[in-house]
């Protein structure tokens, strides 16, 4: 744990610099974000999301990655030595349990409800139950989170998973906004399926709702540089 949580802070360390100078990073309500054990989610703009979630935060997280990012290499051993969790496609179970185990051992998770990268096209996919399962079953709070940036400035990269090429959409410079909203608490039975479905709709209105936000406040901001630039 020592190690994860070493090289965790490392890059992000190094993430850090680099953000200051490339990326016009906006934060909205960071400060009702409660300590201890909890469960972070937004919508999922670009892969770098995760990263840039976590700097915001500056609190140790496990990470829920897709199986398919894990399989590059030598990506994907840095990411399980940082303490993310791979998500494999033939089963979420394994992936869940050891969520469960971080949330009981006092951890964050973060995780997209999306469960992949948003359409470019603009809007949100459709979301799974992971993040609704994991608070009705551990109590833990959901804090979500509305992530807007500029869909012109993803930068798609071609990288090796495994043995095929798969797109990654990077945002590597550009105004990027986060609003993050109050803590959502959810009790009940998780094997009750269609109240798991209830509360990953409401949690995913709340993610589309702090989005709106964002992007509201980041076309606020551009707005006198348009009228400069006109004028």
């Given at each position: 744990?020592?190690i994860?949580?070493?090289l965790y802070?490392?890059?992000?360390?190094?993430?850090?610099?680099?953000?200051t100078?490339?990326?016009n990073?906006?934060?909205?309500?960071s400060?009702s974000?409660?300590?201890?054990?909890k469960?972070l989610?937004?919508?999922?703009?670009?892969?770098?999301d995760?990263?840039?979630l976590?700097?915001v935060?500056?609190?140790?997280s496990?990470?829920?990655?897709?199986?398919?990012?894990?399989?590059?290499?030598?990506?994907?051993?840095?990411?399980r030595?940082?303490?993310?969790i791979?998500?494999?496609?033939a089963?979420?179970?394994p992936?869940?349990?050891?969520?469960i185990?971080?949330?009981?051992?006092?951890?964050?998770?973060?995780?997209?409800?999306?469960?992949?990268i948003s359409?470019?096209?603009?809007?949100?996919s459709?979301?799974h139950?992971?993040?609704a399962?994991?608070?009705?079953a551990?109590?833990?709070p959901?804090?979500?989170?509305?992530?807007?940036?500029q869909r012109?400035?993803?930068?798609t990269?071609?990288?090796?998973?495994?043995?095929?090429?798969v797109?990654?959409?990077w945002?590597?410079n550009?105004?990027?906004t986060?609003?993050f909203?109050?803590p959502m608490y959810?009790?009940?039975?998780v094997e009750?399926?269609?109240?798991?479905?209830?509360?990953?709709r409401?949690?995913?209105?709340e993610?589309?709702?702090?989005a709106a936000?964002s992007e509201?406040?980041?076309?606020?901001?551009?707005a006198p540089n348009?009228s400069?630039l006109?004028?």
């Open positions: 744990m020592i994860e949580t070493l802070w490392l890059a992000f360390l190094v993430l850090g610099s680099y953000v100078i490339r990326l990073l906006k934060v909205n309500n400060t974000i409660p300590k201890g054990a469960i989610t937004a919508n999922h703009p670009s892969v770098s995760p990263f840039l976590s700097m935060l500056r609190q140790y496990h990470i829920l990655i897709a199986e398919e990012v894990f399989n590059i290499r030598p990506f994907g051993r840095l990411l030595r940082m303490g993310f791979c998500v494999e496609k089963s979420g179970r992936a869940f349990e050891r969520s185990e971080a949330l009981n051992n006092g951890h964050n998770v973060m995780l997209f409800p999306e469960g992949e359409p470019m096209e603009g809007g949100f459709e979301p139950t992971g993040a399962r994991l608070a009705i551990t109590g833990a959901i804090i979500p989170a509305g992530i807007h940036i012109t400035r993803i930068k990269l071609k990288m090796v998973s495994g043995d095929k090429e797109p990654a959409h945002y590597f550009g105004p990027y986060i609003t909203g109050e959810f009790h009940g039975d009750d399926r269609d109240y798991v479905r209830e509360v990953t409401t949690i995913m209105a993610i589309e709702r702090l936000i509201a406040q980041m076309n606020a901001q551009l348009f400069r006109a004028g």
